[in-house]
């Protein structure tokens, strides 16, 4: 090879970049922004329609429509990220685990067995978030339950966290991968204080006139 030949017709005169190269790196920015745009909006529509079918799911205890429509979205979602959101799946983090989230609420309510990741084509990170935060949606049952006066409804609730915070406690992996410990945290506070909140509960129902047996005996 002689002094100043070239590799391939692509470079420049010395110390320049060709049109060409430049207008590559040009079309792969703006088709990645484009990528991104997409992205965001694909996430936004999954993650207020999983905000929309939990508010629904708390309020009529049934969704099937919209828990059908979720778990298409997440499904969808996550196969799209997959295929075309290489290096940008942060954005679909948050609608993804809500997803996740509401599809659990939504086998919770109805007394199904739980969906895992393979069913709702989902990698087993966002899969983990939205366990963690359906202990809270567990809750919300449970002090629904404390509202009615339903004691032992309120403690299946409470024994249903607790199966949930023992599978989310089981997991020890770095953050980089996922940032589990917060969720973890916040689900053992939630269990902590929901148990508290059920044990006082139960001791209140039993002070009540005809809760007891000398109130029994005098009626």
């Known amino acids: 090879m002689t002094n100043g030949s070239r590799s391939s017709g692509s470079a420049g005169p010395a110390g320049e970049l060709s049109e060409a190269v430049l207008a590559g790196i040009d ?53 799209w990220l997959r295929r075309e959101g290489r290096g940008d799946e942060g954005i679909a ?24 990741p393979d069913d709702l084509g989902v990698d087993p990170e966002p899969y983990l978030l939205g366990l963690g935060d359906a202990v809270g949606e567990v809750r919300r049952l449970v002090l629904d339950r404390l509202g009615q006066d339903d004691i032992a409804g309120a403690e ?14 089981r997991f020890d ?21 929901t148990r508290g909140e059920v044990v006082m509960a139960r001791f209140f129902a039993r002070g009540r006139p005809g809760s007891g047996p000398d109130d029994r005996r005098s009626t």
């Open 27 to 79: 079309a792969h920015l703006r088709q990645r922004e484009q990528r991104r745009e997409e992205l965001y909006q694909r996430a936004r529509r999954l993650r207020r329609l999983a905000q929309g079918t939990m508010t629904r799911l708390h309020a009529e205890r049934s969704a099937p429509t919209d828990l059908a429509e979720v778990r298409r979205g997440v499904a969808e979602l996550a196969d």
């Open 93 to 116: 983090l948050d609608a993804l685990q809500e997803g996740v989230e509401a599809s659990l609420l939504g086998a919770i309510v109805a007394g199904s067995s739980l969906p895992g």
């Open 156 to 169: 299946s609730g409470l024994q249903l966290m607790e199966r949930l915070t023992q599978s989310l406690l």
């Open 173 to 193: 992996t770095t953050r980089a991968i996922v940032q589990l410990k917060p969720k973890q945290d916040t689900a053992r506070t939630l269990l902590e204080r």
